[in-house]
């Protein structure tokens, strides 16, 4: 697994769409519809046509989604 570092110097592993839908326990289809929506976590894009998600950014947008359930609930 490719890892990245941040500013901090953390490690910040690039995930496959296969290991973020599990990590959201998402099906693939609804990454791939976030993705076009662009409502989900961003994604890297290569020209190779390959997608990978940050770590970082996963977890960000999940945090994020968590409270904006419990500023609405």
Do not use: F
Not at 48 to 73: F, M
């Amino acid at each position: 697994m490719p890892v990245l570092t941040t500013e901090s110097g953390q490690e910040d592993a690039l995930l496959t769409t296969k290991e973020v839908s599990a990590i959201l326990r998402v099906p693939l289809g609804t990454l791939r519809q976030w993705r076009h929506r662009k409502c989900g976590p961003a994604a890297i894009k290569y020209e190779s046509g390959g997608i990978r998600y940050r770590r970082s950014v996963v977890r960000s947008w999940l945090a994020a989604q968590e409270e904006n359930s419990a500023n609405t609930a």
